[in-house]
């Protein structure tokens, strides 16, 4: 009897999500911003989003392939990171430089530090960030809508001249992706239905700055549907692997989002602060990790007469 006693290792508890089933869910909930991306600017950017997602993956598949580890390009976490980064991106960006940055994103980022589920920062936004400090000129031109006029200004730089109504629906210059926080709030609800991600990251990141942007004076809508908020609230900030696991945490880490981005925006040089707000955030998902915010699996208390 003992023969067909048999223990294997841990997880002994699965689920029936897989990793290709999760990151499946987020390019279809990206996908409706992302050709909405591609019908207001135009083949160029159809062009940028092709070339992120086929770098992301070629660089995976090269990485595996010379340290000779198994392929991993059958999760689609290549894809989800190339389709994020090419959405961050201004349809005037030069194919070079965004193959530049779907190979530091998926080599730097991700694959240096143990590949998937070992990244401490999310490798699309990192790889934002790289681009924006190497190649500040390309990063901060973007063009008008059906357009080939070049603006280096986006309604977060003049909330005043923008209407709710066009930032909502997004007929505004911006990135590739971040537009249309109509299209984003869909795919965000998509995802919180398939329980693909957690509503209490992007409403407390979300809830933070319309707040401070109210109590400052300015208008909260605008403040909350201008640059890259949504995109980043709902797509980047609920990162699995860089953000926090207890609810209370995921809380904590939606405000300091929030705030960062909020303080940057209002005080910092740059216009944006979502990207620095997220990275700062994910450096410190450790540390919040680490607060014991309930009581361990199993515990029970032992009360002893004195």
């Given amino acids: 009897m003992s023969n067909l006693l048999k223990a294997s290792s841990s997880p002994h508890i ?4 897989t990793t290709s089933g999760i990151m499946f869910d987020v390019v279809l909930a990206l996908a409706p911003a992302a050709v909405y991306g591609c019908i207001i600017f135009g083949l160029k950017a159809a062009f940028i989003l092709l070339t992120t997602v086929i770098c992301a993956i070629a660089a995976e598949f090269i990485w595996n392939l010379i340290l000779k580890k198994p392929q991993t390009i059958g999760d689609m976490s290549a894809v989800v990171t190339g389709l994020l980064l090419g959405m961050n991106l201004s349809s ?11 190979v530091a994103a998926i080599i730097v980022i991700k694959q240096m530090f143990g590949g998937l589920g070992y990244n401490f ?3 699309a936004l990192a790889a934002r960030i790289i681009l924006l400090v190497s190649f500040p000129s390309f990063m901060t031109k973007f063009s008008e809508p059906v357009s080939d006029v070049i603006s280096s200004a986006t309604p977060l730089a003049d909330l005043s001249g923008t209407s709710v109504k066009t930032l909502f629906f997004g007929m505004h210059s911006g990135s590739i992706g971040e537009t249309s926080a109509f299209l984003l709030i869909i ?3 998509y995802l ?9 990251i992007p409403l407390s990141f979300i809830g933070t700055v319309a707040l401070l942007a109210a109590v400052s004076g300015e208008n909260p809508l605008k403040y909350i549907l201008s640059g890259g908020l949504m995109l980043g609230a709902i797509f980047m900030a609920t990162d699995y692997v860089t953000s926090p696991t207890a609810n209370l945490g995921k809380l904590i880490f939606g405000i300091g989002c929030g705030a960062i981005t909020f303080v940057i925006r209002r005080f910092g040089s740059l216009p944006e602060g979502v990207s620095y707000g997220i990275l700062i955030m994910n450096i410190m998902t450790p540390l919040i990790n680490r607060i014991p915010f309930s009581r361990p699996f199993g515990y029970v208390e032992v009360k002893t007469d004195e």
């Fill in 121 to 123: 920062v999310n490798p």
């Fill in 92 to 102: 005037n960006t030069p194919i070079w430089v965004a193959a530049i940055g779907s």
């Fill in 187 to 189: 795919g965000g609800l």
């Fill in 192 to 200: 919180i239905i398939r329980k693909v991600i957690n509503p209490i």
């Fill in 14 to 17: 699965r689920h029936i999500d």
